[in-house]
Nanobody, 127 residues
């Protein structure tokens, strides 16, 4: 059974760091987009960071550029999101997701079309 399992969420003070992990066992490594998304209460889900696993090319939403880093460990079949300099506005449920397809930077940066999702991990940032 293919599934995505997130972990690493928690509560931190503003300026702190967290590293989220997503176990992607069961999915092949190549020809795949992987991404992190978040949804805060009362807001729509938004794409945060994405990576094309074959090439390692990444894309970020403007609000996290310079603070968040998406990465992968193909051997461990794990996707990561290193979050530094966290702000209260980063508080949300964070989800990892995947989609298949050939590479397109437009597709990577649009955060659209992801069709397999994990259950999410909560990140709370206090002032």
């Amino acid at each position: 059974t293919q599934q995505l399992v997130e972990s690493g969420g928690g509560s931190v003070q503003a300026g702190g760091s967290l590293k989220l992990s997503c176990d992607v066992s069961g999915y092949s490594v190549s020809y795949r987009y992987m991404g992190w998304f978040r949804q805060a209460p009362g807001k729509e889900r938004e794409g945060v960071a994405s990576i094309y696993t074959r090439s390692g090319v990444t894309a970020y939403v403007d609000s996290v550029k310079g603070r968040f880093t998406i990465s992968q460990d193909a051997a461990k079949k794990t996707l990561y999101l290193q979050m530094n300099s966290l702000k209260p506005e980063d508080t949300a449920m964070y989800y990892c997701a995947v989609k298949f397809g050939v590479y397109s930077y437009i597709d990577l940066a649009s955060f659209k079309g992801f069709n397999s999702w994990g259950q999410g991990t909560q990140v709370s940032v206090s002032t």
